[in-house]
Nanobody, 116 residues
Framework: QVQLVESGGGLVQAGGSRRLSCAAS????????VGWYRQAPGKQREFVAA???????NYADSVKGRFTISQDNAKSTVDLQVDSLKSGDTAVYYC??????????WGQGTQVTVSS
């Protein structure tokens, strides 16, 4: 059973930055794509960014140029650097990993609150 744990969230002023981290209980991030999603109050969970095992990245249009996803296989972590934060970025941020054997694993989420 793979466990994912997110960290790094908090309260930040508009225009500020945070570095979110997703740690896996076992070294699986080199095997398949890892993604970050977010869910704002009253809204559906939405895609933010993803990184493949080959280090290709993909971003939602709303975060392109402001967010950067990166992977450290030695540490079994995938980080999400979030810069130039806006009030609309306030959400719970989740990381997810899809097992090649089937099934998606999700962390418990980390709250990012952007104050204006």
């Amino acid at each position: 059973q793979v466990q994912l744990v997110e960290s790094g969230g908090g309260l930040v002023q508009a225009g500020g930055s945070r570095r979110l981290s997703c740690a896996a209980s076992t070294n699986v991030f080199s095997i398949n794509t890892v993604g970050w999603y977010r869910q704002a109050p009253g809204k559906q969970r939405e895609f933010v960014a993803a990184i493949t095992s080959g280090y290709s990245t993909n971003y939602a249009d709303s975060v392109k140029g402001r967010f950067t996803i990166s992977q450290d296989n030695a540490k079994s972590t995938v980080d999400l650097q979030v810069d130039s934060l806006k009030s609309g970025d306030t959400a719970v941020y989740y990381c997810t990993w899809r097992s090649p054997l089937g099934g998606d694993y999700w962390g418990q989420g980390t709250q990012v609150t952007v104050s204006s």
